[in-house]
């Protein structure tokens, strides 16, 4: 008999089949996903287009390396760059979000020829060694120690310290427009763009950590359109291939033209299957303008949610469909309440946030259920 190695904390759910924003499990049951595989359900489970345009390109070819060209990797890099911000039009594809950031990792050493790497307190940006490097929770990193040299973590928001610490020594600074294990938490304004402008100065690299953030999620294609900001190199991940694994860096000249073949690879990497399957999501966020509706279903969300009568709630904060409710308590016995109670399933993020990552083409009748079942839990007597 074989076991899976215990590093998730179960929910006690057997999930089986999902179509839009709605899961059934082994018994049966129907529940409203706004946890969406962390983020990666941006267009829903088992869209017909994602799920027709897998099927398709399974028929024709799965996998190719790198060393050869592809049409549809060619296509869906195109494609991309389409939206990324001006300048940006070089892609890495890679297979999931902490691969993207061990990339970027590597092509600012590799661009800058220095080590010293800035990320954020609270910042959450992978597990692999160099990505959980960057995190910042001491609980995932302790256990791993040593990491990477040359890493200084500074609080996020706070222009001060990035003054104090971006300097002529520094490779990059690592930030999420939002922060999102880390509570659900939107740059203050201005401060990406002082971060832009200290790197400039300085000589070092911005990487913008957009796994979380892109697709539509906060109501614009990529976060840093919020703020008006070009990162150096942008990382992608989770909804990018409507729940196939696949990630990207993108990133200008300026970076592209200090890689050399061998410098990195994937054996899996921009394999045809998920290109296809990203294609599909572009065309879906595009078609279904699930853009906007994230951004107008978020503000009716944020607004609902301000508005419930629980002195429980400390704050409601988030942009379009990435939303945080932080609590004057731990979260998890509510969790389980919505969870069992009402059909709901949402995710912690920390100890006291609860964070509400739906599908971008929930529809309103089911978010309205989600703020009715929050609103009991959140108003009822203590558990």
Same mark, same amino acid.
């Given at each position: ?21 709605? #899961? ?35 028929? =024709? ?29 070089? #892609?890495?594809?890679?297979? &999931?979000?902490?691969? +993207? ?71 990059? #600074? ?61 990382? $992608? ?18 970076? +592209? ?8 690879? &994937? ?17 879906? $966020? ?19 949610? =301000?508005?419930?009568? &629980? ?23 509510? $969790? ?8 709901? $399933? ?33 108003? &009822?007597?203590?558990?």
């Amino acid at each position: 008999m074989g076991y899976e190695l215990p590093v998730y904390a179960k929910r006690g759910l057997t999930l089986v089949r999902g179509r839009g924003a709605i #899961v059934w499990d082994d018994r049966g049951r129907a529940y409203i996903d706004c946890i969406g595989g962390h983020g990666v359900a941006v267009v829903g489970h088992s869209h017909p287009r994602v799920v027709q345009a897998i099927q398709r390109q399974a028929e =024709r070819l799965i996998t190719c390396p790198g060393t050869f060209d592809n049409d549809v990797r060619t296509r869906y890099i195109d494609r991309l760059t389409h939206y990324t911000p001006p300048g940006l039009e070089y #892609v890495f594809l890679t297979n &999931s979000g902490t691969e +993207a950031v061990e990339a970027a990792i590597k092509f600012a050493r590799l661009a800058t020829g220095r080590t010293k790497l800035i990320a954020t307190m609270r910042g959450f940006h992978g597990r692999t060694m160099g990505a959980l490097s960057l995190t910042w929770n001491k609980k995932y990193r302790d256990p791993f120690a040593p990491l990477l040299p040359d890493v200084i973590h500074i609080p996020f928001g706070d222009e001060e310290a990035a003054h104090a610490h971006i300097d002529a020594e520094t490779a990059a #600074v690592i930030v999420e427009p939002v922060q999102g294990e880390g509570g659900v938490r939107p740059a203050p304004p201005g401060y990406l763009q002082t971060l832009r402008t200290l790197c400039d100065e300085k000589g070092a690299l911005l990487i913008v950590d957009e796994v979380q953030t892109g697709f539509g999620r906060t109501g614009a294609m990529f976060a840093v359109e919020h703020w008006e900001t070009t990162p150096d190199i942008l990382c $992608l991940a989770k909804g990018i291939g409507g729940g196939i694994p696949m990630g990207a860096i993108v990133t200008h000249s300026g970076v +592209a033209h200090h890689v050399k073949p061998g410098h990195h690879g &994937s054996t899996f990497g921009g394999n045809p299957l998920a290109c296809a399957a990203g294609l599909a999501v572009l065309d879906i $966020l595009e078609e279904e303008d699930l853009v906007q509706k994230a951004r107008v279903d978020g503000e009716r969300l944020l607004q609902a949610l =301000r508005a419930l009568p &629980s002195p429980r709630i400390r704050e409601v904060r988030g942009m379009g469909l990435m939303v945080g409710i932080e609590l004057r308590e731990r979260v998890t016995p509510y $969790l389980r309440r919505l969870q069992e109670e009402h059909r709901v $399933l949402a995710l912690p993020a920390g100890p006291n946030v609860i964070r509400l990552l739906p599908p971008l083409n929930i529809k309103e009748e089911e978010l309205d259920r989600v703020v009715d079942a929050l609103r009991q839990v959140l108003t &009822s007597p203590a558990l």
